[in-house]
C-alpha cells in the first residue's frame, strides 16, 4: 500500500464528484481511468489495491510487458499514438483502443481482431479544430469518419476520445471541449448502426474537472495520481 497513491485517488475522486455535480450528474457516472505509463509494477498495485479498475498505456511494449506482471483483473485502456505495425502486439491484452484516428489504423485493427476472432472495442480520436490552428478535425469530418470505421464488423465504436492542447489556465480549453461534447450528442443523435456511443473520454490531471463539467465521462488520469517522477 502507498498511502500517497491512496490519498491521491480519494482527492481526485473528490473532484470528479463536485465537477460531476456541477453539471448535474453523479460521481458514479465518471470513469476514472488511472494512466501509468513509466509507473512501475509496485505502484500501479497500489493503485489497484486502493480501487483503480482501468489502466491506460500509451505504449505498445509496455502494455506487453506489464500484462504479464498483473494478474488483477483490470479493463486495459490503450490511450497513445498507435503505430499500425504495433496492433498485432497488443490486440490480445487491450479492452479499449481510444486512440483510433485513422481510416488506416481503424482497418488494421479490424483485420487483426478478425484474425483472433475478437470485436475490438474502440473510442474514434478526435482532434477538435480550433479556428487560429486550423488543426484537427471539424464536425462533419469527425462524422464522417465514425460513419466509415463503423462499417467494420470486428470493430465496435463506444465512444469519442480527445486531448486538449496543454496551457497553463485549464478554462482555456473549455471551447475545445464544449466542441468535443456537441459532436458527441451530434453523432448520438445521428444513431449510426452498430454504433454505441456510451463514453467521452476527456481531461487528464491539468484539466479534467473543465472536461467533465463540458460533459466528459471518462477521465485519463497519470500525474495526479501517482505524481511527477513516478
Ligand atoms: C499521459 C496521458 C494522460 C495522463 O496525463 P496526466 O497529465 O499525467 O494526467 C492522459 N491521456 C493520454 C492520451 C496520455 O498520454
Known amino acids: 500500500m502507498d498511502s500517497v497513491i491512496t490519498d491521491n485517488i480519494k482527492s481526485i475522486r473528490e473532484k470528479i464528484r463536485i465537477a460531476a455535480e456541477k453539471s448535474g450528474r453523479s460521481e458514479s457516472g465518471i470513469k476514472l481511468v488511472a494512466v501509468t505509463k513509466n509507473v512501475t509494477i509496485a505502484r500501479i498495485k497500489s493503485a489497484i489495491e486502493a480501487g ?31 503505430q499500425r505495425n504495433k496492433v498485432k502486439l497488443i490486440i490480445d491484452f487491450v479492452d479499449l483502443i481510444q486512440s483510433v484516428d485513422s481510416l488506416r489504423l ?79 450528442e451530434d453523432a448520438k443523435r445521428e444513431g449510426i448502426p452498430g454504433v454505441e456511443l456510451e463514453y467521452l473520454s476527456m481531461g487528464m ?13 471518462m477521465v485519463r488520469i497519470g500525474t495526479g495520481i501517482f505524481g511527477k517522477a513516478s
Open 205 to 217: 490531471t491539468n484539466d479534467f474537472e473543465v472536461a467533465i463539467e463540458a460533459g466528459a465521462n
Open 106 to 184: 481503424a482497418r488494421e485493427i479490424d483485420q487483426r481482431a478478425r484474425g483472433k476472432g475478437k470485436i475490438q472495442e474502440i473510442l474514434v480520436q478526435v482532434n477538435v479544430a480550433q479556428e487560429e490552428t486550423k488543426f484537427g478535425l471539424k464536425k462533419a469530418e469527425v462524422l464522417q469518419l465514425v460513419r466509415e470505421i463503423s462499417r467494420f464488423n470486428n470493430l465496435k465504436i463506444k465512444g469519442l476520445m480527445t486531448i486538449a492542447p496543454l496551457v497553463t489556465d485549464p478554462q482555456e480549453v473549455r471551447p475545445v471541449f464544449a466542441e468535443a461534447s456537441a459532436i458527441f
Open 52 to 82: 483503480i479498475t482501468d489502466i491506460g498505456e500509451n505504449k505498445a511494449q509496455e502494455v506487453l510487458s506489464k500484462h504479464t506482471e498483473l494478474e488483477e483483473d483490470i479493463v486495459w485502456h490503450f490511450v497513445g499514438h498507435l
